[in-house]
């Protein structure tokens, strides 16, 4: 199965600030088939960007994916209070779909 | 816009099987594919299984296969899983999520609250 490593682990910022989430796999992901989740406390996650670059219905254009084959990046371009949060990577080019580690926006 | 309401917390013993329920809304069951995913502090997220209505085909991760079990009603458009033979560290919130049937995409758009499911002796 493919492994995603995500980094770095937390990501401390404010708002305002850019932030750059990236995500590695294993091996290269079919057809760029590469989803990225956006998860709070308590809450399920919320399904962000899909074919690495494609934003899905109501996700702010503040919300960029970039990336091919191996290596896929999260982008952030002003951080909302609403943005502090956990993001996860997802591919879902091979089987059996697989998840990141996740990457912590937090409060600096 | 699709909604998903999963049923309530459950405490297990070990052994035991737990039923947790997706209740769809916005689109009908077999508009959908249907996936069950599982997060827990110590694996992080793991999918389960997915079906999809388009080819009435269920596949299965290779850590479940055997011990879960997908129905689904559609005259209520429900979806169950059942896990069975549950261990410690089947402790998990367990979700169910949704994606369009036919895209036979193994991603997961639209997600329900989750179902906590803690298994203690």
């Known amino acids: 199965e493919i492994v995603l490593t995500q980094s770095p682990g937390t990501l401390s910022l404010s708002p305002g600030e850019r932030a750059t989430l990236s995500c590695k796999a294993s091996q290269s992901v079919n057809s760029n088939y590469l989803a990225w989740y956006q998860q709070k406390p308590g809450q399920a996650p919320r399904f962000l960007i899909f074919h690495a670059s494609y934003r899905t219905t109501g996700i702010p254009d503040r919300f960029s994916g970039s990336g091919s084959g191996t290596d896929f990046t999260l982008t952030i371009s002003r951080l909302e209070p609403e943005d502090f949060a956990v993001y996860y990577c997802?591919?879902?080019?091979?089987?059996?779909?697989?998840f990141g580690g996740g990457t912590k926006v937090e409060f600096k | 816009q699709v909604q998903v309401v999963q049923s309530g917390a459950e405490v297990k013993k070990p052994g035991a099987s737990v039923k947790v329920s997706c209740k769809v809304s916005g689109y009908t069951l077999n508009e959908l594919s249907i996936h069950w995913v599982r997060q827990s502090p110590g694996k992080g997220l793991e999918w389960i299984l997915t079906?999809?209505?388009?080819?009435?085909?269920?596949i299965y991760a290779q850590n479940f296969q055997g011990r879960v079990t997908r129905t689904d009603d559609t005259s209520t458009d429900t979806a169950y899983m059942e896990l069975s033979g549950l261990r410690s560290d089947d402790s998990a919130i367990y979700y169910c999520?949704?994606?369009?049937?036919?895209?036979?995409?193994?991603?997961?758009?639209?997600w329900g609250q989750g179902t906590r499911v803690t298994v203690s002796s």
């Open positions: 997802q591919q879902y080019g091979d089987s059996p779909p697989t």
């Open positions: 079906f999809d209505p388009a080819d009435d085909e269920t």
């Open positions: 999520a949704t994606g369009y049937s036919g895209d036979y995409y193994l991603r997961f758009d639209f």
